[in-house]
């Protein structure tokens, strides 16, 4: 599932490359909308409407600040965009996301780490650093130490992002064992639309003015909105099922998605370090299910 979430993570990453930047933050509305949908509707199939009778204040207390930390991770992302190129960012990102998840995982819930799992994080984020670090379009796009030191500020800001969304997934394990992966799901997408009707109301970046164009970008956020649905809906079926290290080591294969479908889709160029890198993500994800 963890596998599936960052393949669908990883084309809805495609899509937005293809809108226009100022309308990439807007995916968030229509995927809320999206995912409270789909989960209405799987409740009627399955008929899981008990379930949320039985959800606890404190369960609901949880969920909600789990999504809340997940949001927050997600601005402070897009803030760290602003100053550092997407190479820089993912690398910093994907790298403490894991490394946060793993010590934590560890000294705060006492989850076993198997030589192999940790093994298959090193691969894994090596591998990531080469594919992002090596797909610029051009020498703006190329790393420099001059760069990553003098960005600290946004070097922080891709910290606090990786510390944020690794808050978020170990509450949301830890809500898992007491409940199920729709009631989890449904909270979270009340969550994000209720921050961002906010902001939408507040400020006008938020608006959804790609719905007044008369070209691709209305296709492109709707299609990377509704992919993204299921992308949620596999990583917490995956918190659901297994431990939130090993969740977060197979999600953070998404480069490998990403750069696969952006030769397919978008005509990029596949460069040496990169192929190296789809390799080494690769050979991860397998030591990882061993």
Not at 66 to 78: D, E, H, P, Q, V
Not at 261 to 271: A, D, N, P, T
């Amino acid at each position: 599932m963890a596998i599936m979430s960052a393949v669908c993570w990883g084309t809805t990453g495609v899509l937005l490359r293809k809108t226009a930047e100022r309308h990439r933050f807007s995916f968030m509305l229509p995927e809320g909308f999206f995912s409270v949908t789909v989960v209405l509707i799987l409740c009627a199939i399955f008929g899981a409407w008990a379930g949320f009778l039985q959800l606890s204040s404190s369960l609901i207390f949880l969920s909600i600040l789990a999504a809340c930390f997940n949001i927050l991770g997600t601005f402070s992302y897009i803030k760290a965009l602003n100053e550092l190129k997407i190479g820089l960012t993912l690398t910093v990102i994907v790298s403490s996301f894991i490394l946060f998840t793993m010590v934590a995982s560890k000294w705060i819930f006492n989850d076993s780490l198997s030589f192999y799992l940790i093994l298959s994080a090193f691969f894994i984020i090596f591998g990531v650093i080469l594919i992002n670090l090596s797909s610029g379009n051009g020498a703006n796009d190329k790393f420099s130490f001059r760069t990553f030191f003098l960005n600290y500020k946004s070097l922080l800001y891709c910290l606090f992002a990786g510390l944020l969304w690794c808050s978020g997934n170990l509450i949301l394990d830890q809500v898992l064992e007491n409940t199920g992966v729709l009631q989890v799901t449904l909270i979270r997408s009340l969550s994000v639309l209720t921050v961002y009707l906010i902001l939408l109301i507040w400020f006008k970046r938020f608006r959804l003015s790609f719905l007044y164009e008369d070209n691709n970008n209305k296709f492109f956020v709707l299609s990377a909105s509704f992919i993204a649905t299921f992308s949620m809906l596999f990583w917490f079926t995956s918190l659901f099922f297994g431990e939130a290290s090993l969740t977060v080591i197979l999600g953070s294969s998404s480069p490998i998605a990403a750069i696969i479908l952006g030769r397919i889709f978008l005509k990029e160029k596949i460069m040496l370090l990169s192929q190296i890198g789809v390799v080494l993500c690769m050979v991860g994800v397998v030591i990882a299910l061993i």
